[in-house]
């Protein structure tokens, strides 16, 4: 049987298939159950993941609307756009995309200091770079979002870079227009998320040229991508509980792990409340049900 999809990539979390149909250039992304921590891919899945994170792209790329150009075509596509039936085990978590020129960076913005622009900034009093004042400690605002890009790292990390390098890698007027969107974007998903009691703390974006025009692509301000603390907890002045990947990231390290494949079994513990921090942020950003 000559099947309309074809398997072309297959990332840590993310598959994509080309759709071989009249109309070119288009993929479908498909969002596993995989999770990864440390650029490694753990062996147990998190039930729905993919679903959750499906579900939060689609009501970002909704909330966001026409004002940026993004690959989204169709979530849940049908046989006719496809060329055969949705398989059952994608249904839930498959994007219908237009096909992109990725660029080569990963463009982060963050709002608050954590993370490794927390370790940079106690090592070295900057943030990729960027000098920052005396004085700041772990889980501070920033009084602007920053804008810290990274290289895209095929396998190993990513490597964080300056604006400057940024701009060697993909040309001033890209990185300029990569730089403006994050941070209009990232301004956009915290204030929604502030309405819900949610802090966006950082972030990540992935953006191509499609027909000359750069475009938002991949996901969206999900928890695999951000990091989002429970606002009030933070105004408190503890430790906000996190709706990320942070906690399990906590626990392996809690290990003694050396970040190196094969990763310790997940718990069925840690695994369920992964999943249950994911659906609790989807549904108080979105204010919808997360129907599974």
């Excluded at 002045?237 to 399990?248: F, N, R």
């Excluded at 718990?267 to 049900?289: F, Q, T």
């Amino acid at each position: 049987m000559d099947l309309a999809l074809e398997l072309i990539h297959k990332g840590k979390v993310r598959d994509l298939y080309r759709v071989r149909t009249p109309r070119d250039k288009l993929l479908l992304m498909v969002a596993s159950d995989r999770v990864s921590a440390f650029d490694v891919v753990m062996k147990e899945e998190i039930r729905d993941k993919g679903k959750i994170l499906t579900a939060m792209s689609e009501f970002w790329f909704q909330y966001l609307g026409d004002g940026f150009p993004s690959h989204l075509v169709k979530v849940a596509p049908t046989s006719v756009e496809l060329g055969e039936e949705l398989p059952d085990s994608f249904k839930g978590r498959a994007m219908l995309v237009k096909e992109a020129e990725m660029l080569p960076i990963e463009c982060i913005v963050r709002g608050y200091l954590a993370g490794s622009a927390l370790k940079e900034y106690q090592g070295s009093q900057t943030v990729h770079g960027q000098k920052l004042p005396v004085g700041l400690t772990g889980g501070m605002k920033f009084p602007e979002p920053l804008f810290t890009p990274s290289t895209k790292a095929e396998s190993g990390h990513d490597v964080n870079i300056s604006f400057d390098e940024a701009a060697n890698i993909v040309g001033v007027e890209a990185a300029t227009k990569v730089r403006d969107m994050s941070l209009e974007i990232y301004k956009i998903g915290a204030s929604r998320a502030e309405q819900a009691g949610v802090v966006l703390a950082d972030t990540k974006f992935e953006f191509g040229y499609i027909d000359g025009e750069i475009a938002i692509c991949d996901e969206v301000l999900t928890p695999d991508s951000s990091r989002m603390w429970e606002g009030s907890e933070l105004l408190a002045g503890g430790e906000p509980t996190a709706y990320d990947k942070q906690p399990l990231r906590d626990w392996l390290e809690s290990t003694g792990w050396n970040k190196l494949p094969p990763p310790p079994s997940l718990p069925e513990v840690i695994r369920k409340s992964l999943r249950n921090r994911y659906i609790a942020v989807y549904e108080r950003i979105s204010g919808r049900e997360f129907l599974g």
